[in-house]
């Protein structure tokens, strides 16, 4: 009767309420806010209180930095306590991370039901440790996403046949509430709208429920982090940043094949995100099980949510993507002259937006000159002829070699003399001046990443301006493969 009236919850919070003072005085407001607060009293059985903590990571921390503390104190209010049990409930207020460093909380939605007692040696805080920890966490995790195009937005995006299907899925995952499918798995050729339709379901989340954490990055920025992290030997802190994360995008995931280390580690976090109910969302060139060099188990796990693929575009899309082009722009362009882009420039959006903003830009340098079909032919001449007949990476390589004399096989060697590396900077060159393969696709047929590359096509650039015979090298090369 006694304990009752003594620990009913009213007591226990007003109790806790005096503790909170109490340690806000002695953590200070920013370790306060960070990790008491965001705590609340349950129930006391037999002298054990609960306390509830939104999350795993949380949990661990204040177990470790507080609890001895916070048993102690509540001793001098209570001297019915006898001990806590810290558990994970999803009802609690969650932190959120977010990408301008900010933080606040919002409901957990996770769930995880795991109580453990204090353990008897825990250590009182170190406040440096703790604020150093925290900033470094939210930091990492705000730098952790790719800054978001303004223009990739739902409304923006036109809808066809070809892309229906990865539209809705797209729709159905930002608008939230029950997690659909886990993960959404986005494919299709280059330049289709995959990107374009992750930032959309960024954007949605991040006007409708603000409180989410939205991750966006690539899979070869994750692979970078993941190998910063070993190389610095932080995996923990690596884990512990995607764990605050409520839904996570990972782009281009055929950027991780052939990666065994980071492929494990993509697949143990993207694992624990799903078993947490996160959502994820993923991008590829090809559906899960086309992707070559990714391990088995991964490619089933990364195949069991939704399969969404976005068809090569219509004529009748693409007539409607230029339409919708016309109208942010501002800038009237023929019925003809449309057709004709829509016609002509069938391989991917990518380019068609490219050709479009050419001959809007075109006419507004000639101060108004009218947009007509003359024009357009005349203004994408060359990148028309480049359409006609495309310039594949391994011609390019061919063809340098040749021209240098040099056994092809040198442009995927690890030798650095000067006689083959030069041809193959100038390969690397012209295979970001003639195709439309991104600096990693690149790399890639040259067994090097894309740093090198650019390193490259810099290094060439600014040879050119200085040595003649370099210049018209690439001037031959260039006519010999356009021919
Ligand atoms: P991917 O990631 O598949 O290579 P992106 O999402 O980067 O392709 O799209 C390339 C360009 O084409 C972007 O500028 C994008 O806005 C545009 N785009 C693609 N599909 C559409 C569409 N259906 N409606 C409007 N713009 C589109
Ligand atoms: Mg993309």
């Not at 129930?43 to 999350?55: A, E, Q, R, W, Y």
């Not at 048993?71 to 994970?88: A, G, P, R, T, Y």
């Not at 067994?447 to 018209?472: F, P, Q, W, Y």
């Amino acid at each position: 009767m006694v304990e009752e009236i003594i620990n009913n919850n009213e007591n226990l919070k007003q109790q806790w309420e005096q503790l909170c003072t109490q340690l806000k005085n002695e953590l200070g407001e920013v370790n306060f806010e960070s990790w008491i607060k965001p705590m609340s009293p349950g129930d006391i059985k037999n002298g054990k209180i609960d306390l509830f903590v939104p999350t795993n990571f949380m949990r661990n921390w204040v177990v470790t930095n507080y609890s001895e503390r916070i048993q102690m104190l509540w001793k001098s209010f209570n001297e019915n306590i006898s001990d806590i049990n810290f558990i994970v409930n999803p009802g609690a207020p969650q932190r959120i991370f977010r990408r301008d460093g900010t933080t606040s909380f919002s409901r957990a939605s996770s769930v995880a039901n795991n109580s453990i007692n204090s353990p008897k040696t825990a250590p009182i805080t170190n406040n440096t440790k703790v604020i150093n920890k925290w900033n470094s966490i939210s930091e990492t995790l705000a730098s952790l996403s790719a800054p978001l195009d303004p223009r990739f937005t739902f409304e923006n995006f036109v809808v066809g046949k070809s892309n229906e299907f990865a539209y809705a899925a797209a729709r159905k995952v930002a608008e939230g509430g029950e997690v659909a499918f886990n993960p959404l798995f986005l494919y299709s050729g280059v330049g289709l709208g995959k990107t374009h339709l992750m930032h959309a379901i960024a954007w949605h989340i991040k006007e409708k429920c603000p409180e989410r954490t939205v991750v966006y990055l690539s899979a070869e920025k994750f692979m970078y982090k993941f190998v910063q992290a070993i190389r610095y030997k932080d995996t923990m802190t690596f884990k512990e940043q995607f764990r605050a994360v409520d839904v996570l995008m990972v782009d281009d995931v055929q950027f991780i094949c052939n990666k065994e280390n980071t492929q494990e580690e993509f697949f143990h976090t993207f694992n624990s995100l799903i078993e947490d109910n996160r959502q994820i969302i993923l991008s590829a060139d090809k559906s899960p099980s086309n992707l070559e060099g990714i391990e088995g188990r991964l490619k089933s796990r990364l195949g069991c949510g939704l399969v969404a693929d976005i068809h090569p575009s219509t004529f009748d899309l693409r007539l409607e993507i230029l339409k919708s082009k016309e109208q942010q722009s501002g800038v009237c362009v023929p019925e003809k002259v449309k057709e004709f882009l829509a016609h002509k420039i069938t391989s991917n959006v990518r380019e068609l937006e490219g050709a479009f903003q050419r001959v809007v830009a075109h006419s507004q340098l000639l101060s108004g000159c009218e947009i007509t079909l003359e024009l357009a032919q005349n203004v994408l001449k060359d990148m028309l002829r480049a359409f006609d007949r495309r310039v594949t990476i391994d011609e390019i390589q061919k063809k340098v070699a040749d021209h240098y004399n040099i056994p092809q096989r040198e442009m995927r060697s690890k030798r650095r003399a000067r006689s083959v590396a030069r041809p193959r900077q100038v390969a690397m060159f012209l295979a970001k001046q003639l195709t439309s393969r991104s600096l990693p696709e690149i790399g890639r047929k040259f067994d090097r990443d894309h740093t090198t590359v650019m390193h490259a096509v810099r290094k060439v650039e600014e040879l050119c301006g200085i040595d003649n015979s370099l210049a018209e090298d690439l001037d031959a090369l260039r006519r010999n493969l356009e021919s």
